[in-house]
């Protein structure tokens, strides 16, 4: 594990269990909606590995080369900080160039690695909407968790990548094997996002995928994101409007297009 000091300065360190603990500590302090299973914005959830991604992007839209990463802007809302990156074709250079590249940099909040193998670094500010933990370096090098006597209280934060497309579709072949269920988070983006039941979720994917398996429920773990902090809610008995799948899938090729 790395810890990064203020300026940006990075530690490799060993992570130690807090005293009594058998479990990993981690999840103590990601408990942000970034780092749950469960979801703000509906039952579905496609999920992509970045370098996959940037490589379909790549082959649709750069002609095989490498996509520029740009600073676009930061969103602040009520309680969440928004940074996003803007990803184009090369060839577009000229028209964005009135934004940053995005470069790695003592105090950088997110980078993009190319070694050992390509890979996207983030450094969140606050993994969690309350503190009630604090990280100890020890002795021989190691960090441990250890309470705090008072809660904390940040606004928490993630990176956004948004692909410019402009009127185009950015096509993926692996659709069915990237789609995951989701169990409706604390909080809703908009007060009219529809959930559904597990079993009415999988009756909907099937039909568009006859023969698919059961829908399988989002687990953060595949991602290699240590928490435990997403247990699902009890389902509702009370019946709930059913959610159009096919308007998700639709969606989903709709990949956040820049608007000048």
């Known amino acids: 594990m790395k810890m990064v000091r203020p300026g940006g300065k990075e530690e490799d360190v060993t992570l130690r269990k807090a005293e009594g603990e058998q479990e990993p500590f981690l999840s103590k302090f990601a408990t942000s909606p970034a780092f749950l299973s469960s979801s703000r914005y509906g039952s579905y959830r496609f999920t992509f590995d970045l370098r996959d991604v940037l490589d379909r992007y790549s082959e649709q839209f750069c002609e095989r080369q490498k996509p520029e990463m740009r600073i676009w802007k930061t969103v602040m809302y009520k309680q969440e900080v928004m940074y996003v990156v803007l990803v184009h074709s090369p060839s577009e250079n000229e028209k964005f160039s009135e934004h940053p590249l995005l470069e790695e940099q003592e105090n950088s909040i997110c980078a993009f690695r190319e070694e050992p193998e390509p890979h996207f670094i983030w450094r969140p500010q606050a993994m969690c909407e309350t503190h009630n933990y604090k990280l100890t370096k020890n002795q021989d090098d190691s960090v441990s968790a250890s309470p705090v006597n008072e809660d904390e209280w940040f606004m928490w934060d993630h990176v956004t990548l948004a692909l410019v497309v402009d009127d185009q579709v950015l096509s993926f072949t692996n659709l069915r094997e990237s789609l995951r269920f989701c169990e ?67 969606s989903l090729k709709i990949i956040n297009r820049y608007h000048t």
């Open 184 to 250: 409706r988070g604390d909080c809703q983006v908009k007060k009219t996002t529809k959930f559904q039941k597990y079993n009415v979720a999988n009756e909907e994917v099937k039909k568009l995928w006859p023969d698919s398996g059961d829908l399988e429920r989002f687990d953060p773990s595949a991602l290699n994101i240590p928490v435990d902090a997403a247990a699902a809610p009890e389902e509702s008995e009370e019946s709930e409007e059913s959610e159009d799948l096919s308007k998700s899938v639709a």
